[in-house]
């Protein structure tokens, strides 16, 4: 039982709606049906996922977990050294029916973009690519982790590509950038003290900081360029903005701080989720 809890934990719970909520919402919007590969697919996004990306993640990032006062709980396990290779074979296994089932009923395309999302699940974390480690392509690699699952989704249903849609998709992108970026901040003395980089560590949290808010507000600019109503989608990016501005000052001693932002960040989360269930409800409305 204490092997299941870490697992759990690990794969981050409180995280699991942004994965499978991407992909439910782009294939079942472009299908307009419930079918057993949404459901399929919305339980892989959910669980083995994410278990993969989190669990592999914690696996390579153990030395940095041990000198960070955050692990244990929301923000990830900190893995035992035995559990290591368990880890990687639930991770594994746990995915592999799910990934058998959408290559069955998927395309050629639909396999590549599914690849895609998987091979940058996996070298965030591993090496020898660790892109975690390479400043700027860790936020990109870690957006990619959240809106990927919405490109695969909409390539599985062989939805119609518009620049409407690829501005919604952009707007994702930029928010997962602005939010990763965010979240390193408050990691910089745990990563340097294990001499792990990121973007925070190479630029500085202060700088940092402002990268966030520079990405938040262009996702801001980029959704309103989207079908009606995906514009009013630009007013969820002000609670983030809201609350990553305090530390728009913060220091190398000071960005422990910023554990309490990102703690609003995973409530602001759950409103703009809401937020985006009424928006996509009323595109659904307007579209039929």
Known sequence: MNVVRTLFVSSRPVSWIN???????????ATREISVTLVVGVVFFLIPYNL??????????????LRNPRKGGAHGAVLDRRLHRVTLWA???????????????????????????????????APPLRL???????SATSSIHFFSPAIYGLVLAEATWTWALAAVIGAFALWGVASHAFGAVQDV????????ASVATAIGPRAT??????????AALVVTGGAWPAPLAAL???????????????????????????????WINQF???AVTLLLIWWWQLAR
């Open 272 to 274: 703009s989720g809401f």
């Open 91 to 125: 991770a594994g296994l746990s995915c592999l029916p799910f990934v058998v089932y959408l290559v069955i009923v998927g395309s050629a395309l639909s396999w590549l973009a599914l690849a895609a999302s998987l091979f940058f699940v996996v070298f965030y974390s």
């Open 52 to 65: 993969a990306m989190y669990g592999i993640n914690d696996v390579f990032d153990y030395e940095s977990d």
């Open 209 to 218: 900081v402002w990268f966030s808010l520079a990405c938040y507000a262009a």
């Open 189 to 196: 003395a745990a990563d340097r003290e294990a001499g792990i």
């Open 132 to 138: 975690k480690e390479r400043p700027f392509a860790d």
């Open 236 to 266: 969820l990016a002000v609670p983030y903005l809201v609350a990553v501005w305090p530390y728009r000052a913060v220091t190398a001693e000071t960005a422990h701080r910023a554990t309490v932002g990102w703690d609003r960040f995973l």
């Open 19 to 29: 994965t499978a909520y991407p992909f439910g919402a782009a294939y079942l919007l």
